[in-house]
Every structure is written in C-alpha cells, then in structure tokens.
C-alpha cells in the first residue's frame, strides 16, 4: 500500500473517503461534499464507532466515518486505533484506494499536526498488515493506495515517519509470527543478513558455534547442545554518518523454539513458545527502522538465537557450565534457558561494544505475566532517568512499561550451592519470578554499566485487541518502544 501526503485543498477523490467525527460534532468533509443529514445525524462520534453511506457524488461515491471519542481524551493510541479501524474496513471492502481526510481541528486535538500525521499512518499500517503464513487461500489485496489529505509540512514529516515505524515493526511481527520450523536459529539470521543489505550503515555478523566456543560462551551452548538445529549469534551494528554521539547496545532472546529440554514442559499452548525469540525479533526490527533514520548513535543489536529442545546430550538438571565472564552456574531446571543464553550475550555485548547503555529484550518468565498480564512490560532499569525516558516511549508508543523492583535479597538467592557460584533458578519460595531472572542476570552486568532488562513475556503475544493488533499473533512489541526511547535521548 502505497503513501501520499497531500494538502487538504488538493482533496479532490478517492474511492473511499474516511472523515473523522469527534463525539457530539459533525465531521468536516473535503470542499463541495456535503453528507447528507441523514448520514450523519444520530452519530455520536464514539471512539472506533462507523458508518458508512453511497453517494452520487463522482469525486466521493463511498464514505466512511469514523469517530474519534471525546477530543479532549484523543492520544496517539486513540488515534491509531481509528486509523486501524477505517484501514481495516477499507481492506474488507476491497477498495483500491483510500483517503483520509484530516481536519486541521482534528490534528490540533490530536497532539499537533507532526504527531497526527504519526499516529495515522503508524495506525494504518500497523492495521493493514496481515501475517501471510502457509495457506493456500493467500490473494495480493486490493488496497494499494492510502492518501492523507491535511495541512502543513509538518503532518507529512509525522506520516513518513509513521510508515516507516509501522514497517520496521511490521517486519518484527513477520520474524515473531513465523513457525518454529521456518524460523530457526539459522533463519533468523539469514533475515538479519539480508537487513543489513538494505542500508550501507548497517552491518551483520553472524557467529556459529565453534565461534562462540572460542569465546567461550558455556552457558549458551548449554542450551543449544540439547537441540539438532545448531545456534546462531547475531551481531547487527549501525553506525551514523557523523561521529556517534555514543554506543546503545540492545541484546534479545532469540529462543526459535523453547521445549523447556529435558526439564519440559506441558504439551498444552507448547506451540506458543515459538514467539520465545520475540526479543531477538523486536532488536532485528530496530534496525530496519534505523537504516532508514538519522539517528546520531552507534547502535548495536545481538541476538542469541537457539532452539532449547531435547536430545542424548542435551544439559541435564544439576549439570554445571562456564559462562564467557568465567561465571559459572548450576542448571537447576533447563527450561530457565533465556538468561543462560543472555547471560553469555551480554558479556559479549558488554566486551565488545562497551556500550554507553545497554538494553535486553526477553520473553523471560511466565512469572510477568502473573504481575503485569499481557497490556505492559516489566523493565528493570539501572536508574531514574532511563526509567522515565523508558515510560515516556510507552506512553507514546502505546507499548507500555512498567518499573519491578529489584534488591539485593534477590540477587543473593541466585547465588550456588556447593557446586557452583549461581544456580539459574531461585528457591521458590522467594516468588517474584520475573525479578529472579533479572537477579541472575544482573551478575552479568559490569559494575556502573547504564543497562536495562525488558521481560516481554506478557506483552510479546496475546494481548487484547486494540484494532490493529491483539490476539494469539505478535505486536512486534519493543522495536517502536526502542526507536522512540532513541529519539528522546
Ligand atoms: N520462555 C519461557 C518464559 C515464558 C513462559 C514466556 C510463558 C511466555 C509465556 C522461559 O524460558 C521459561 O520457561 N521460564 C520459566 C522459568 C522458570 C523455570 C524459573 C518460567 O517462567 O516458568
Ligand atoms: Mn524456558
Ligand atoms: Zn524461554
């Protein structure tokens, strides 16, 4: 579906035209289009709500309203949503084109004309896109066109810009969604290769096994040694065309497929362990968006891609390994596999990057889901600034954050018994299982280092409907959250 930006006094036709009504007000129609008061009357403009109505107009022959809610409540994810809901309808309809007609009153309510134009594309395309899959059914869609009709520069600066996040966060959504067969620790990384072509200041190394055993990544390969498909480390880099204003390393679970291995477990919803790479996923996402962006920094993204199953050699409970920082750690229970796999990744990130901060994304523990559900991530940031700037990029983005806390009594729970210096699951008793995981990888984190864990386990899938996502397939969560925390900064 192609974009256009125009201004709203060039609106001149579309097959079907979509006008946005605040509640308890009529819409505003393009010059010369008058909708009959039988159209609009008695439509409250409720948030989501439409209606639709055939005209005799040449220019306007099917419009489509859609209400906005109370304007004084309009925020981005109000508008996204109502982008969704006329994308999707128009999509229903088998339309070829569409156009949204925005009146400057709209985008004044909305935040401002760079902020609408944002949120409506972002909205559209997130709403447009559908995950192929394998099917037989599968036909090109019809819509092809999507044209924005408002005022100012500005509104098109926010649309390009919206797009291009919508297209990076699509992307993530396609690599999440995808089977754990067609997307195993090989593919992955092909997908990241073949990123890293579509921009020069983008780069892909991928590392194989016996180069992670020079490193001497003990605990990663401790999960993949259990599994016939070998592990992949990705190493993604961006650099800027100046001099970087510093280094922001994000580093992501890439789990393609999590068993539990030999500590497995129950066959039921197993299937959904294929999004256990959905951290891996949103960091390859990122840099979709920025081989497209100006962003000042150097940006690194390492993802530790494995599949943790089960075979003759696969880690047993109570086996012992050495991870790359010559920590080593009793493997209590085998389906704790993420923070082994992080755990290497992040002595890597941190050695060969020396990031000024540094981010993991992971679909870590069931335990978040029990705190936060399904609508917020759980982040544990290092401190106060890196939490607001965090929660800032939720609020606007709509993948929302929430702060969990932290202490030392967890980190002393990780500690070994008499065999090793940790053990990767705490006593259960202590509770807070996504705070536990978080414990164990802080060990693995220098000392003063500015970093942040995300436990997306909740947010990475099966979450509610918001119109252009929600349900059993993937939001691509945590590649617009980290986009938008890197224009903030
Ligand atoms: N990938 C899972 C976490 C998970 C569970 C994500 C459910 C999404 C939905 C992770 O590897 C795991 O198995 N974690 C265990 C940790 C436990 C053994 C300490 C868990 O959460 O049960
Ligand atoms: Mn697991
Ligand atoms: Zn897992």
Known sequence: MKLLVQDISRAKKAPLLVVFALEGKAP?????????????????????????????????????????????????????????????????????GVGYYVAPEVAELAGGEEA???????????GV??????????KAPALKQLTLWASGAAFKRGAT?????AD?????????????????PRDLAAQAKKLATRSQQVRCRVFDEKAMQAFGMGLFLSVSQGS???????????????????????????????????SIKPSGKMEEMRYDMSGGAAVVGLFHALGDMDVPYEVHGIVGASENTINGKATKPGDVHVG??????????????????????????????????????????????VALGHELSGIYPSNDDL?????????????????????????????????????????????????????????????????????????????????????????GVGTRLLIEYLERR
Request: charged fraction near 25%.
């Open 129 to 138: 896109h559908a995950f192929a899959g394998v099917r037989k059914d599968n």
């Open 228 to 262: 016939e498909e070998p592990a992949k480390l990705i190493h993604l880099t961006y650099k800027p065309k100046k001099k970087a204003k510093g280094v922001i390393t994000f580093v992501g679970k890439g789990l393609t497929f999590d068993a539990g291995g030999v």
């Open 324 to 369: 790359m920082n010559g920590t080593s750690v009793e493997i209590q229970n085998t389906d704790a596999e993420g923070r082994l796999v992080l755990a290497d990744c992040l002595t890597y990130a941190q050695k060969k990057t020396k990031p000024d901060t540094l981010f993991d994304l992971a679909t870590l523990t069931g335990a978040v889901i």
């Open 387 to 475: 939490r607001d700037k965090l929660l800032e990029a939720g609020e606007r983005t709509g993948e929302y954050c929430w702060p969990l806390p932290l202490m030392d009594v967890h980190k002393e729970a990780m500690k070994g018994g008499q065999i090793a210096d940790l053990k990767n699951i705490g006593p259960g008793s202590l509770g807070a299982g996504s705070t536990q995981g978080a414990a164990f990888l802080s060990y693995f984190i220098d000392e003063g280092q500015e970093w942040c864990h995300l436990d997306i386990a909740g947010t990475a899938w099966n979450a509610g409907p918001r119109d252009w996502s929600g349900g059993a397939l993937g939001p």
């Open 28 to 96: 505003q129609t393009p010059d010369g289009l008058e909708l009959p008061a039988s159209f609009t009357k008695g439509f409250d403009g409720k948030a989501r709500s439409t209606r639709e109505t055939f005209t005799e107009d040449k220019a306007w022959p099917h419009v489509l309203m859609v209400g906005l809610g109370d304007g004084d409540k309009l925020d981005s994810e109000g508008l996204r949503r109502a982008a969704a809901v006329a994308i999707r309808a128009a999509k229903a309809k088998s339309v070829s």
């Open 168 to 184: 990076a966060c699509n992307f993530t959504r396609n690599l999440q969604d995808a089977s754990g067969n067609n997307m195993r």
């Open 116 to 126: 609408t134009g944002r949120d409506l594309a972002e909205g559209a395309y997130l």
């Open 161 to 165: 810009k919206g797009k291009l996040l």
